[in-house]
Every structure is written in structure tokens, then in C-alpha cells.
């Protein structure tokens, strides 16, 4: 779940509502393609519940994410052509916030835009850590503090309560 504790940690409470407003439940059987490889896409993702499979067109997997992670958030920064099809391994739902939505509250917001590129930079700044230590060293060390062996920010360790609280609130409300 780590992905959306960057981006909610660094949001305010209104911000959060303003997610549950505009966000759409999506819901993906098995099998169902959420974001094909080669395309582009016009929402970012959050996965509220189920796993998905992330392949590349060699149909090599490349990662297997679940509950809080984000996706499409590349190719709301550039329009290039997205890296990866993502597919459901099981039930799962998603929220879907338009990129359009994003750019109009972007444009009329600054508070709101200086909160989430910085929520983007801090996330993405956290990916490219780990693609650095698995080509460095082939896999991530095993005695950290992280769920997954890593060692987790100061930015999100000061918000992690907060992020968690913030994550389950907007589960609550497209869940149910």
C-alpha cells in the first residue's frame, strides 16, 4: 500500500475529499485489462482492492502490485505511450481519476498542484531507488524497516498515520 501513502500523505483533508468527489469506481474481473501497454491512458489509477499482473509486451511480468498502488501516473506527466499492460489476477476495484479533472484543479489551484507534484516527485524519486538497488545489487536488502524489506522515507514515515487514515476513508466511501 505504499505508492498512496506518498500521494495522501502530502495531500490536505480537502484534497481527499475532492478525490472521493471525482474519483469513479471501477470494478475488473480476472483476466481484465486495465491499462494496455502502448497506449494512452486518461486516468491515474488507485487500487483500492485485488492484484494486479504488470507485463510488458514480451508477456514477461515485471510486478505484481495490490492495495494502494498507483498507476497511469507516467503518463499523466508526459504523453508518451504507456510502458506496461496492467491486468487483473482477481476481483479487484480501482479508482479512476480522470487526468482532465487532475489538470483543471492543477490549473486553478497552486496549493493543491505544489502538493501533488511534490507527492508525484517523492513517489517516483521512491521508484527510481528501486530500480537503482536491483540493478545494483540485485535485490533489495532484507533488514530494513518497509513491508517489502526496504527502508521507508522520512517523508512518509512523518505522514504514514495520517496516509493510512486518509487510504481507508476513501475505500470506505467507494467500497461500500
Known amino acids: 500500500m505504499r505508492k498512496a501513502l506518498y500521494l495522501l500523505g502530502e495531500f490536505s483533508d480537502q484534497d481527499i475529499d475532492w478525490l472521493i468527489e471525482v474519483g469513479q469506481r471501477r470494478s475488473l474481473a480476472p483476466g481484465q485489462v486495465l491499462i494496455h501497454q502502448d497506449s494512452s491512458i486518461e486516468d491515474i489509477f488507485i487500487i483500492l482492492q485485488g492484484q494486479f499482473r504488470v507485463s510488458v509486451e514480451s508477456g514477461e511480468e515485471i510486478a505484481v502490485i495490490g492495495n494502494g498502488e498507483i498507476v497511469g501516473e507516467l503518463s499523466f506527466l508526459d504523453s508518451r505511450p504507456t510502458q506496461a499492460t496492467v491486468t487483473a489476477i482477481e476481483d479487484s476495484i480501482v479508482m479512476a481519476v480522470e487526468k482532465s479533472r487532475i489538470d483543471g484543479r492543477l490549473n486553478t489551484d497552486s496549493r493543491f498542484a505544489s502538493r501533488f507534484y511534490r507527492a508525484l516527485g517523492i513517489l ?51 467500497l461500500d
Open 124 to 174: 517516483l524519486a521512491d521508484r527510481l531507488r528501486d530500480s537503482v538497488s536491483q540493478l545494483a545489487y540485485g535485490s533489495l536488502k532484507e533488514n530494513t524497516a518497509g513491508e517489502d524489506g526496504r527502508t521507508l522515507s522520512p517523508e512518509l514515515l512523518d505522514q504514514l498515520d495520517l496516509s493510512a487514515i486518509r487510504f481507508e476513508r476513501i475505500r470506505q466511501r467507494l
